[in-house]
Protein backbone atom coordinates (compact mmCIF):
# COMPACT_ATOMS: atom_id res chain seq x y z
CA UNK A 1 0.00 0.00 0.00
CA UNK A 2 1.04 3.95 -0.89
CA UNK A 3 2.56 5.27 1.93
CA UNK A 4 2.73 2.30 4.60
CA UNK A 5 5.79 2.52 6.58
CA UNK A 6 7.44 -0.54 5.83
CA UNK A 7 10.52 -0.65 8.55
CA UNK A 8 12.37 1.67 10.34
CA UNK A 9 15.68 1.65 10.38
CA UNK A 10 18.10 4.09 12.54
CA UNK A 11 20.63 6.26 11.06
CA UNK A 12 24.06 5.04 11.57
CA UNK A 13 26.04 7.67 13.24
CA UNK A 14 30.24 8.18 13.46
CA UNK A 15 30.60 5.33 16.32
CA UNK A 16 28.32 2.75 13.61
CA UNK A 17 30.12 3.91 10.94
CA UNK A 18 33.34 3.20 12.51
CA UNK A 19 32.37 -0.16 13.36
CA UNK A 20 31.20 -0.93 9.88
CA UNK A 21 34.73 0.73 8.92
CA UNK A 22 36.90 -1.97 11.51
CA UNK A 23 35.29 -4.11 10.51
CA UNK A 24 35.75 -4.10 6.61
CA UNK A 25 39.38 -3.57 7.52
CA UNK A 26 39.70 -6.72 9.48
CA UNK A 27 37.82 -9.08 6.69
CA UNK A 28 40.28 -7.17 4.15
CA UNK A 29 42.99 -8.63 5.48
CA UNK A 30 41.82 -12.02 4.80
CA UNK A 31 40.14 -11.20 1.87
CA UNK A 32 43.01 -9.56 0.04
CA UNK A 33 45.56 -12.37 1.13
CA UNK A 34 43.37 -14.94 -1.23
CA UNK A 35 44.36 -15.67 -4.23
CA UNK A 36 41.93 -14.40 -7.95
CA UNK A 37 40.50 -17.84 -7.92
CA UNK A 38 39.53 -18.33 -4.40
CA UNK A 39 38.17 -15.20 -4.39
CA UNK A 40 36.00 -16.03 -7.37
CA UNK A 41 34.37 -19.28 -6.41
CA UNK A 42 32.70 -17.28 -2.96
CA UNK A 43 31.70 -14.77 -5.56
CA UNK A 44 30.30 -17.39 -7.93
CA UNK A 45 27.87 -18.72 -5.16
CA UNK A 46 26.82 -15.06 -4.44
CA UNK A 47 25.72 -14.97 -8.29
CA UNK A 48 24.24 -18.10 -8.10
CA UNK A 49 22.35 -17.37 -4.29
CA UNK A 50 20.71 -14.56 -6.49
CA UNK A 51 20.03 -16.31 -9.52
CA UNK A 52 17.96 -18.60 -7.54
CA UNK A 53 16.09 -16.01 -5.77
CA UNK A 54 15.30 -13.85 -8.05
CA UNK A 55 11.73 -13.36 -8.14
CA UNK A 56 12.09 -13.14 -4.11
CA UNK A 57 14.26 -9.99 -4.29
CA UNK A 58 12.91 -8.74 -7.33
CA UNK A 59 9.76 -7.82 -5.34
CA UNK A 60 11.49 -7.09 -2.52
CA UNK A 61 12.91 -4.41 -4.68
CA UNK A 62 9.46 -3.63 -6.25
CA UNK A 63 8.15 -2.98 -2.85
CA UNK A 64 11.46 -0.82 -1.62
CA UNK A 65 11.18 1.37 -4.87
CA UNK A 66 7.72 1.08 -6.82
CA UNK A 67 9.51 0.27 -10.03
CA UNK A 68 7.39 -2.95 -12.16
CA UNK A 69 8.43 -6.35 -11.40
CA UNK A 70 9.16 -7.13 -14.63
CA UNK A 71 11.81 -4.38 -14.61
CA UNK A 72 12.77 -5.52 -11.21
CA UNK A 73 13.42 -9.07 -12.33
CA UNK A 74 15.77 -7.54 -15.44
CA UNK A 75 17.42 -5.69 -12.64
CA UNK A 76 17.98 -8.77 -11.12
CA UNK A 77 19.22 -10.65 -13.78
CA UNK A 78 21.94 -7.67 -14.29
CA UNK A 79 23.17 -8.10 -10.61
CA UNK A 80 23.88 -11.67 -10.68
CA UNK A 81 25.71 -11.32 -13.98
CA UNK A 82 27.93 -8.62 -13.04
CA UNK A 83 29.00 -11.05 -10.04
CA UNK A 84 29.22 -13.76 -12.04
CA UNK A 85 31.61 -11.16 -14.71
CA UNK A 86 33.78 -10.08 -12.01
CA UNK A 87 34.16 -13.59 -10.68
CA UNK A 88 35.62 -14.41 -13.68
CA UNK A 89 38.21 -11.77 -13.40
CA UNK A 90 39.36 -11.92 -10.35
CA UNK A 91 41.16 -14.83 -11.41
CA UNK A 92 43.41 -13.35 -14.30
CA UNK A 93 44.00 -10.08 -12.55
CA UNK A 94 48.03 -9.70 -13.17
CA UNK A 95 50.56 -7.60 -13.06
CA UNK A 96 53.16 -7.21 -15.86
CA UNK A 97 56.85 -8.02 -16.24
CA UNK A 98 59.65 -5.81 -17.95
CA UNK A 99 62.95 -6.93 -19.20
CA UNK A 100 65.53 -4.61 -18.48
CA UNK A 101 69.39 -4.14 -19.10
CA UNK A 102 72.41 -6.48 -17.90
CA UNK A 103 69.74 -9.46 -16.60
CA UNK A 104 67.60 -6.65 -14.23
CA UNK A 105 63.93 -6.58 -14.61
CA UNK A 106 60.85 -4.94 -13.25
CA UNK A 107 57.80 -6.13 -12.96
CA UNK A 108 54.13 -4.76 -11.38
CA UNK A 109 51.65 -5.67 -8.70
CA UNK A 110 47.62 -4.64 -9.50
CA UNK A 111 47.09 -4.73 -5.69
CA UNK A 112 43.95 -3.67 -3.63
CA UNK A 113 43.17 -0.23 -2.15
CA UNK A 114 41.29 -1.20 1.37
CA UNK A 115 38.42 -0.22 2.52
CA UNK A 116 35.93 1.32 0.07
CA UNK A 117 32.64 2.96 0.34
CA UNK A 118 30.13 2.73 -2.19
CA UNK A 119 26.98 5.09 -1.93
CA UNK A 120 23.61 4.23 -4.05
CA UNK A 121 20.99 5.64 -5.62
CA UNK A 122 17.21 4.94 -4.67
CA UNK A 123 16.75 4.21 -8.31
CA UNK A 124 18.40 0.84 -8.90
CA UNK A 125 19.36 -0.16 -5.20
CA UNK A 126 20.20 -3.57 -5.57
CA UNK A 127 21.75 -3.65 -9.19
CA UNK A 128 24.05 -0.46 -8.07
CA UNK A 129 24.97 -2.08 -5.23
CA UNK A 130 26.29 -5.24 -7.28
CA UNK A 131 27.78 -2.70 -9.75
CA UNK A 132 30.30 -1.22 -6.85
CA UNK A 133 30.77 -4.59 -4.88
CA UNK A 134 31.58 -6.62 -7.83
CA UNK A 135 34.82 -5.08 -9.03
CA UNK A 136 35.64 -4.09 -5.42
CA UNK A 137 36.07 -7.38 -4.29
CA UNK A 138 37.29 -9.00 -7.23
CA UNK A 139 39.90 -6.78 -6.58
CA UNK A 140 40.75 -7.66 -2.71
CA UNK A 141 38.42 -4.88 -1.95
CA UNK A 142 36.14 -4.91 1.28
CA UNK A 143 33.23 -2.19 1.17
CA UNK A 144 30.95 -0.19 3.09
CA UNK A 145 27.79 0.57 1.31
CA UNK A 146 25.40 3.23 2.15
CA UNK A 147 21.85 2.82 0.29
CA UNK A 148 19.39 5.97 -0.04
CA UNK A 149 17.55 6.71 3.10
CA UNK A 150 14.13 6.19 0.54
CA UNK A 151 15.71 2.46 -0.26
CA UNK A 152 17.05 0.85 2.27
CA UNK A 153 15.68 -2.54 2.38
CA UNK A 154 17.04 -5.00 -0.66
CA UNK A 155 21.00 -4.35 0.06
CA UNK A 156 20.94 -5.68 3.29
CA UNK A 157 19.76 -8.99 1.52
CA UNK A 158 22.94 -8.64 -0.65
CA UNK A 159 24.63 -8.12 2.55
CA UNK A 160 23.01 -11.39 4.08
CA UNK A 161 23.90 -13.43 0.20
CA UNK A 162 27.39 -12.46 0.47
CA UNK A 163 27.98 -14.14 3.76
CA UNK A 164 26.11 -17.13 3.04
CA UNK A 165 28.48 -17.31 0.26
CA UNK A 166 31.37 -17.51 2.13
CA UNK A 167 33.19 -13.83 2.34
CA UNK A 168 34.48 -13.50 5.14
CA UNK A 169 32.39 -11.52 8.13
CA UNK A 170 32.46 -7.78 7.17
CA UNK A 171 33.59 -7.66 4.46
CA UNK A 172 30.71 -6.44 3.12
CA UNK A 173 29.11 -3.90 5.25
CA UNK A 174 26.14 -1.99 4.66
CA UNK A 175 25.41 1.30 6.79
CA UNK A 176 21.88 2.83 6.77
CA UNK A 177 21.52 7.03 6.83
CA UNK A 178 21.30 10.08 4.45
CA UNK A 179 23.85 13.17 4.32
CA UNK A 180 25.00 13.02 7.56
CA UNK A 181 26.22 8.92 7.56
CA UNK A 182 27.68 9.57 4.09
CA UNK A 183 30.01 12.57 5.37
CA UNK A 184 31.22 10.28 8.35
CA UNK A 185 31.93 7.68 5.91
CA UNK A 186 34.06 10.23 3.43
CA UNK A 187 35.79 11.53 6.13
CA UNK A 188 36.86 8.36 7.75
CA UNK A 189 41.10 8.41 7.92
CA UNK A 190 40.67 4.45 7.01
CA UNK A 191 38.19 4.58 4.09
CA UNK A 192 40.74 4.26 0.63
CA UNK A 193 38.40 5.14 -2.17
CA UNK A 194 34.51 6.29 -2.41
CA UNK A 195 32.10 5.74 -5.10
CA UNK A 196 29.08 8.06 -5.43
CA UNK A 197 25.68 7.58 -8.01
CA UNK A 198 23.52 9.95 -7.69
CA UNK A 199 23.38 13.71 -8.16
CA UNK A 200 25.76 16.64 -9.39
CA UNK A 201 25.31 18.92 -6.01
CA UNK A 202 25.95 15.88 -3.92
CA UNK A 203 29.00 14.51 -5.79
CA UNK A 204 30.52 18.11 -5.78
CA UNK A 205 30.58 17.83 -1.68
CA UNK A 206 31.60 14.10 -1.82
CA UNK A 207 34.54 15.15 -4.41
CA UNK A 208 35.19 18.03 -2.07
CA UNK A 209 35.26 15.90 1.68
CA UNK A 210 37.52 13.02 -0.75
CA UNK A 211 40.28 15.89 -1.76
CA UNK A 212 40.75 16.24 1.97
CA UNK A 213 42.02 12.83 2.62
CA UNK A 214 43.31 12.56 -1.19
CA UNK A 215 41.22 9.52 -1.81
CA UNK A 216 39.97 8.79 -4.93
CA UNK A 217 36.47 9.13 -6.23
CA UNK A 218 34.59 7.81 -8.97
CA UNK A 219 31.03 9.75 -9.82
CA UNK A 220 28.26 8.99 -11.93
CA UNK A 221 25.81 11.65 -11.68
CA UNK A 222 22.88 12.95 -13.75
CA UNK A 223 22.18 13.54 -16.99
CA UNK A 224 20.52 15.56 -19.68
CA UNK A 225 21.03 12.70 -22.60
CA UNK A 226 20.54 13.56 -26.22
CA UNK A 227 18.17 11.00 -28.19
CA UNK A 228 18.44 11.75 -32.29
CA UNK A 229 16.24 10.20 -34.80
CA UNK A 230 17.46 11.00 -38.05
CA UNK A 231 14.61 10.55 -40.88
CA UNK A 232 15.95 7.71 -42.35
CA UNK A 233 15.84 5.15 -39.32
CA UNK A 234 13.40 2.37 -38.48
CA UNK A 235 10.38 4.09 -37.14
CA UNK A 236 9.37 1.51 -35.52
CA UNK A 237 12.38 1.11 -33.82
CA UNK A 238 13.05 4.53 -33.18
CA UNK A 239 9.44 5.26 -31.47
CA UNK A 240 10.58 1.74 -28.83
CA UNK A 241 14.20 3.73 -28.48
CA UNK A 242 12.42 6.40 -27.12
CA UNK A 243 9.80 5.27 -24.88
CA UNK A 244 12.75 2.83 -23.60
CA UNK A 245 15.01 6.04 -23.09
CA UNK A 246 12.53 8.22 -21.26
CA UNK A 247 9.65 5.44 -19.42
CA UNK A 248 11.93 2.72 -17.84
CA UNK A 249 11.51 3.11 -14.01
CA UNK A 250 9.23 5.68 -14.08
CA UNK A 251 11.94 7.82 -16.05
CA UNK A 252 14.01 8.15 -12.85
CA UNK A 253 17.00 6.92 -14.47
CA UNK A 254 20.77 9.31 -14.99
CA UNK A 255 21.46 8.06 -18.45
CA UNK A 256 17.69 8.59 -20.07
CA UNK A 257 17.91 9.90 -23.56
CA UNK A 258 15.70 13.13 -22.80
CA UNK A 259 16.01 15.22 -25.28
CA UNK A 260 14.81 13.80 -28.33
CA UNK A 261 15.69 15.74 -31.44
CA UNK A 262 13.65 14.24 -34.11
CA UNK A 263 14.43 15.37 -37.79
CA UNK A 264 11.65 17.81 -38.96
CA UNK A 265 10.67 16.06 -41.65
CA UNK A 266 9.29 12.94 -40.02
CA UNK A 267 8.74 15.24 -37.08
CA UNK A 268 4.96 15.09 -36.67
CA UNK A 269 4.66 11.28 -37.63
CA UNK A 270 7.08 10.31 -35.12
CA UNK A 271 5.48 12.82 -32.77
CA UNK A 272 2.40 10.80 -33.11
CA UNK A 273 3.02 7.30 -33.23
CA UNK A 274 5.34 8.25 -29.91
CA UNK A 275 2.66 10.04 -28.14
CA UNK A 276 0.10 7.17 -29.40
CA UNK A 277 2.07 4.66 -27.58
CA UNK A 278 3.11 6.66 -25.03
CA UNK A 279 -1.00 6.32 -23.95
CA UNK A 280 -1.14 2.97 -23.88
CA UNK A 281 1.28 2.22 -21.20
CA UNK A 282 0.08 0.62 -18.14
CA UNK A 283 0.23 2.28 -15.40
CA UNK A 284 -0.45 1.10 -11.49
CA UNK A 285 0.53 -1.73 -9.26
CA UNK A 286 4.05 -2.29 -10.12
CA UNK A 287 3.63 -6.05 -8.34
CA UNK A 288 0.64 -7.14 -11.38
CA UNK A 289 2.73 -8.41 -14.19
CA UNK A 290 0.95 -6.47 -16.71
CA UNK A 291 2.32 -3.34 -15.32
CA UNK A 292 4.58 -1.38 -17.24
CA UNK A 293 4.96 2.22 -15.02
CA UNK A 294 4.52 1.83 -11.14
CA UNK A 295 4.82 4.88 -9.01
CA UNK A 296 7.52 7.57 -8.79
CA UNK A 297 9.82 7.11 -5.43
CA UNK A 298 8.16 9.69 -2.94
CA UNK A 299 5.85 12.71 -3.00
CA UNK A 300 8.47 14.98 -2.77
CA UNK A 301 9.43 13.83 -6.27
CA UNK A 302 6.39 13.41 -7.37
CA UNK A 303 5.52 17.55 -6.79
CA UNK A 304 8.92 18.38 -7.89
CA UNK A 305 8.70 16.54 -11.44
CA UNK A 306 4.70 18.20 -11.73
CA UNK A 307 6.51 21.13 -11.06
CA UNK A 308 8.57 20.94 -14.03
CA UNK A 309 5.90 19.96 -16.29
CA UNK A 310 3.66 22.87 -15.00
CA UNK A 311 7.23 25.47 -15.67
CA UNK A 312 7.35 23.68 -19.45
CA UNK A 313 3.67 25.19 -20.04
CA UNK A 314 4.47 28.70 -19.13
CA UNK A 315 7.43 28.93 -21.21
CA UNK A 316 5.65 27.61 -24.31
CA UNK A 317 5.70 23.72 -24.54
CA UNK A 318 2.80 21.91 -25.35
CA UNK A 319 1.83 18.87 -23.39
CA UNK A 320 0.66 16.01 -25.96
CA UNK A 321 -0.35 13.47 -23.40
CA UNK A 322 0.13 13.07 -20.21
CA UNK A 323 1.93 14.97 -17.15
CA UNK A 324 -1.41 14.76 -14.76
CA UNK A 325 -1.65 12.69 -11.50
CA UNK A 326 -3.26 8.95 -12.36
CA UNK A 327 -5.25 7.34 -9.78
CA UNK A 328 -5.50 3.11 -9.80
CA UNK A 329 -9.04 1.84 -9.55
CA UNK A 330 -7.72 -0.31 -6.54
CA UNK A 331 -8.75 1.39 -3.94
CA UNK A 332 -5.75 0.55 -1.85
CA UNK A 333 -3.62 2.53 -4.59
CA UNK A 334 -5.40 5.39 -4.66
CA UNK A 335 -2.74 7.30 -2.50
CA UNK A 336 -0.21 6.24 -4.61
CA UNK A 337 2.06 8.55 -6.01
CA UNK A 338 1.26 7.70 -9.63
CA UNK A 339 1.33 9.87 -12.54
CA UNK A 340 0.31 9.71 -16.88
CA UNK A 341 3.79 9.48 -18.77
CA UNK A 342 4.24 13.06 -20.42
CA UNK A 343 5.15 13.87 -23.85
CA UNK A 344 6.36 17.88 -23.98
CA UNK A 345 6.12 18.77 -28.03
CA UNK A 346 6.86 22.91 -29.20
CA UNK A 347 10.48 22.94 -27.32
CA UNK A 348 13.08 25.13 -27.26
CA UNK A 349 16.55 25.02 -26.35
CA UNK A 350 16.90 27.55 -23.79
CA UNK A 351 13.61 25.79 -21.92
CA UNK A 352 14.09 24.36 -18.61
CA UNK A 353 12.24 21.55 -19.23
CA UNK A 354 15.32 20.86 -21.66
CA UNK A 355 18.19 21.70 -19.61
CA UNK A 356 17.30 20.45 -16.88
CA UNK A 357 17.17 16.56 -15.46
CA UNK A 358 13.60 16.36 -14.29
CA UNK A 359 14.20 12.82 -13.51
CA UNK A 360 10.58 11.58 -14.31
CA UNK A 361 8.55 10.06 -17.28
CA UNK A 362 8.72 13.82 -19.33
CA UNK A 363 10.06 13.63 -22.67
CA UNK A 364 11.01 16.58 -24.43
CA UNK A 365 10.18 16.47 -28.69
CA UNK A 366 13.00 19.10 -30.27
CA UNK A 367 13.02 19.43 -34.12
CA UNK A 368 16.14 19.44 -36.17
CA UNK A 369 17.41 20.02 -39.79
CA UNK A 370 20.98 18.98 -40.14
CA UNK A 371 23.67 16.65 -38.97
CA UNK A 372 25.84 19.50 -37.77
CA UNK A 373 23.11 21.63 -36.58
CA UNK A 374 21.60 18.68 -34.22
CA UNK A 375 25.26 17.78 -32.69
CA UNK A 376 26.14 21.00 -31.92
CA UNK A 377 22.65 21.17 -30.04
CA UNK A 378 23.12 17.93 -28.66
CA UNK A 379 26.32 18.74 -27.04
CA UNK A 380 25.11 21.98 -25.69
CA UNK A 381 24.80 20.96 -22.15
CA UNK A 382 27.00 20.62 -18.63
CA UNK A 383 26.29 17.05 -18.84
CA UNK A 384 27.48 14.06 -21.26
CA UNK A 385 26.26 10.64 -19.46
CA UNK A 386 24.51 9.20 -22.46
CA UNK A 387 23.45 9.29 -25.87
CA UNK A 388 21.83 7.94 -29.23
CA UNK A 389 21.21 7.56 -32.22
CA UNK A 390 19.02 6.36 -34.83
CA UNK A 391 19.56 6.20 -38.35
CA UNK A 392 19.68 3.05 -41.26
CA UNK A 393 23.30 5.00 -42.36
CA UNK A 394 25.65 3.66 -40.31
CA UNK A 395 28.33 5.88 -41.19
CA UNK A 396 26.80 8.77 -40.41
CA UNK A 397 25.43 7.02 -36.91
CA UNK A 398 29.48 6.56 -35.87
CA UNK A 399 29.98 9.71 -36.92
CA UNK A 400 27.55 11.52 -34.80
CA UNK A 401 28.32 9.22 -31.76
CA UNK A 402 32.23 10.10 -32.13
CA UNK A 403 31.44 13.72 -31.76
CA UNK A 404 28.65 13.57 -28.78
CA UNK A 405 30.48 14.51 -25.98
CA UNK A 406 28.88 11.82 -23.60
CA UNK A 407 30.48 8.36 -21.82
CA UNK A 408 27.64 5.74 -22.93
CA UNK A 409 26.34 6.07 -26.81
CA UNK A 410 23.74 3.77 -28.30
CA UNK A 411 23.39 3.11 -32.13
CA UNK A 412 19.52 2.23 -32.99
CA UNK A 413 19.19 0.93 -29.08
CA UNK A 414 18.69 2.61 -25.50
CA UNK A 415 19.37 2.06 -21.80
CA UNK A 416 20.95 -0.71 -22.74
CA UNK A 417 23.43 -1.85 -20.13
CA UNK A 418 25.42 -5.17 -20.51
CA UNK A 419 27.70 -5.47 -17.44
CA UNK A 420 31.00 -6.14 -20.14
CA UNK A 421 30.61 -2.73 -21.15
CA UNK A 422 32.30 0.17 -19.26
CA UNK A 423 29.55 2.79 -18.12
CA UNK A 424 30.03 6.50 -17.17
CA UNK A 425 29.72 10.19 -17.95
CA UNK A 426 31.96 13.45 -19.33
CA UNK A 427 31.60 16.87 -18.01
CA UNK A 428 29.32 17.13 -14.98
CA UNK A 429 27.80 13.52 -15.16
CA UNK A 430 31.21 12.32 -13.72
CA UNK A 431 34.35 10.27 -13.99
CA UNK A 432 35.65 6.80 -13.62
CA UNK A 433 33.55 4.01 -14.66
CA UNK A 434 31.66 0.98 -13.54
CA UNK A 435 31.38 -1.83 -15.18
CA UNK A 436 33.52 -3.97 -18.28
CA UNK A 437 37.49 -4.14 -17.43
CA UNK A 438 37.72 -0.68 -16.96
CA UNK A 439 35.78 -0.93 -13.30
CA UNK A 440 39.30 -2.71 -12.28
CA UNK A 441 41.46 0.44 -12.84
CA UNK A 442 39.16 2.10 -10.12
CA UNK A 443 39.54 -0.40 -8.01
CA UNK A 444 43.78 -1.49 -7.69
CA UNK A 445 46.56 0.26 -7.59
CA UNK A 446 49.95 -0.27 -9.70
CA UNK A 447 52.92 -1.05 -7.73
CA UNK A 448 56.43 -1.12 -9.36
CA UNK A 449 59.02 -3.45 -8.44
CA UNK A 450 62.58 -2.86 -10.31
CA UNK A 451 65.30 -5.78 -9.75
CA UNK A 452 68.73 -5.23 -9.69
CA UNK A 453 70.70 -7.98 -10.62
CA UNK A 454 74.42 -6.75 -10.72
CA UNK A 455 75.78 -4.27 -8.67
CA UNK A 456 74.37 -0.39 -8.01
CA UNK A 457 75.79 1.91 -10.18
CA UNK A 458 76.83 4.72 -8.20
CA UNK A 459 77.15 8.53 -8.95
CA UNK A 460 78.69 8.86 -5.63
Given at each position: CPGRVLCKLPCSGEKEVDLAVQSAKAAFKIWSQMSGMERCRVMLEAARIIREQRDEIATMETINNGKSIFEARVDIDISWQCLEYYAGLAG?????????????????????????????????????????????????????????????????????????????????????????TGQFLCQHPDVAKISFTGSVPTGMKIMEMAAKGIKPVTLELGGKSPLIIFSDADLENAVRGALMANFLTQGEVCCNGTRVFVERKILDTFTKEVVKRTQKIKIGDPLLEDTRMGALINKPHLNRVQGFIKQAKEQGAAVLCGGDLYVPDDPKLKNGYYMRPCVLGNCKDDMTCVKEEIFGPVMAILPFDTEEEVVERANATKFGLAGGVFTRDIQKAHRVVAALKAGMCFINNYNVSPVELPFGGYKCSGFGRENGRAAIEYYSQLKTVCVEMGEVESVF
Open positions: SLAGEHIQLPGGSFGYTRREPLGVCVGIGAWNYPFQIACWKSGPALACGNAMVFKPSPFTPISVVRLAEIFTEAGVPKGLFNVVQGGAA
